[in-house]
C-alpha cells in the first residue's frame, strides 16, 4: 500500500512559478513509476510528466520545456516544477504511483492549480 500526499498548489499568475510535491508512504517507492496528472474542470484527466522506476521520463507536449518532474527514493517524494504558467495549466494536479505488472495504481487526494491572466 502506497499513501500519497500533493503539497505546494496555489493562485499564481501567468509567468509565475509554482512547485509541486507528492510525499509517499512505504519502504517500497522506489520500485513505483510515479508521475503528475491533472484535470481541468470540464475535462478528462491526462498525464503531465511521470517518471520511471529507472528514472526515464515522458512529458506531454503542452509542457514540455516548462516543468520539470523528479524523483527522491531516498526521501520518497516527487516534484514537479512549473515554470512560465499558463493560463491553460489551471486544474486540479494529482500524484500517481504505479506498478503496471502488479495492476497496482495509487493516487493522491490533488492540490489545486490556479493561474489568472
Known amino acids: 500500500q502506497v499513501q500519497l500526499v500533493e503539497s505546494g498548489g496555489g493562485l499564481v499568475q501567468a509567468g509565475d512559478s509554482l512547485r509541486l510535491s507528492c510525499a509517499a508512504s512505504?519502504?517500497?517507492?522506489?520500485?513505483?513509476?510515479v508521475g503528475w496528472y491533472r484535470q481541468a474542470p470540464g475535462k478528462e484527466r491526462e498525464p503531465v510528466a511521470t517518471?520511471?522506476?529507472?528514472?526515464?521520463?515522458y512529458y506531454a507536449d503542452s509542457v514540455k520545456g516548462r516543468f520539470t518532474i523528479s524523483r527522491d527514493n531516498a526521501k520518497n517524494t516527487v516534484s514537479l516544477q512549473m515554470n512560465s504558467l499558463k493560463p491553460e495549466d489551471t486544474a486540479v494536479y494529482y500524484c500517481?504511483?504505479?506498478?503496471?505488472?502488479?495492476?497496482?495504481?495509487?493516487w493522491g487526494q490533488g492540490t489545486q492549480v490556479t493561474v489568472s491572466s
Open positions: 512505504g519502504p517500497t517507492f522506489s520500485w513505483y513509476d
Open positions: 500517481k504511483a504505479s506498478r503496471t505488472i502488479f495492476q497496482l495504481y495509487y
Open positions: 517518471v520511471s522506476n529507472s528514472g526515464s521520463t
